[in-house]
T-cell receptor, first 113, second 113 residues
Framework: GENVEQHPSTLSVQEGDSAVIKCTYS??????FPWYKQELGKGPQLIID?????GEKKDQRIAVTLNKTAKHFSLHITETQPEDSAVYFC????????????FGAGTRLTVKP | KAGVTQTPRYLIKTRGQQVTLSCSPI?????VSWYQQTPGQGLQFLFE???????NKGNFPGRFSGRQFSNSRSEMNVSTLELGDSALYLC????????????FGEGSWLTVV
């Protein structure tokens, strides 16, 4: 089955700096890669996603890049703000008849004011 | 549109008891999946239902079971609770049978004492 690895496990940046979180996946058939943000005491919230027919996607300060050949994808947050502090999860899903999403272990991002 | 609703939000049970958790998906969504989240194991897939049928199941013992009703609402049950079952149980809903975006509820915090 799919295996997703996520790095780093913790990341601390200064407000205004950029943050990058990287994930690798094992199933070359995977074609959908979402990113979720989870704040303390809440459920994961979808922040951006990308499908395998696209190499990059942006939404304001957030961008995701996908390298299918290398089987890795990354989350980029620019101009970080204290409210970006949370745990971020990447995930991968294959083209199978289900929604069995496999998640990375998470990255705890801290943005220092 | 209302989001994914999970009840109860918090509960405490004793070892050996059983528990039932409920999930109401986003209106119109027919896929419901369940995840267990713990600090040590991260987000782990339990099972997924689509149109009242279980399509996929993760690596959990038979004590974990679920079902989906004709209105897409879903329940999961854990019998003979163990201390290690203490976790945040998350439900997610999606609007297509596969390869789609899933949206999480806030979760049910289960503590087993």
């Amino acid at each position: 089955g799919e295996n997703v690895e996520q790095h780093p496990s913790t990341l601390s940046v200064q407000e205004g700096d950029s943050a990058v979180i990287k994930c690798t996946y094992s199933d070359s058939a995977s074609n959908y890669f979402p990113w979720y943000k989870q704040e303390l005491g809440k459920g994961p919230q979808l922040i951006i996603d990308i499908r395998s027919n696209v190499g990059e996607k942006k939404d304001q300060r957030i961008a995701v890049t996908l390298n299918k050949t290398a089987k890795h994808f990354s989350l980029h947050i620019t101009e970080t703000q204290p409210e970006d502090s949370a745990v971020y999860f990447c995930a991968a899903l294959g083209p199978y008849n289900n929604n069995d999403m496999r998640f990375g272990a998470g990255t705890r991002l801290t943005v220092k004011p | 549109k209302a989001g994914v609703t999970q009840t109860p939000r918090y509960l405490i049970k004793t070892r050996g008891q059983q528990v039932t958790l409920s999930c109401s998906p986003i209106s119109g969504h027919r896929s419901v999946s369940w995840y267990q989240q713990t600090p040590g194991q991260g987000l782990q897939f339990l099972f997924e239902y689509f149109s009242e049928t279980q399509r996929n199941k993760g690596n959990f013992p038979g004590r974990f079971s679920g079902r989906q009703f004709s209105n897409s609402r879903s329940e999961m049950n854990v019998s003979t609770l163990e201390l290690g079952d203490s976790a945040l149980y998350l439900c997610a809903s999606g609007d297509t049978p596969s390869g789609n975006t899933i949206y999480f509820g806030e979760g049910s915090w289960l503590t087993v004492v």
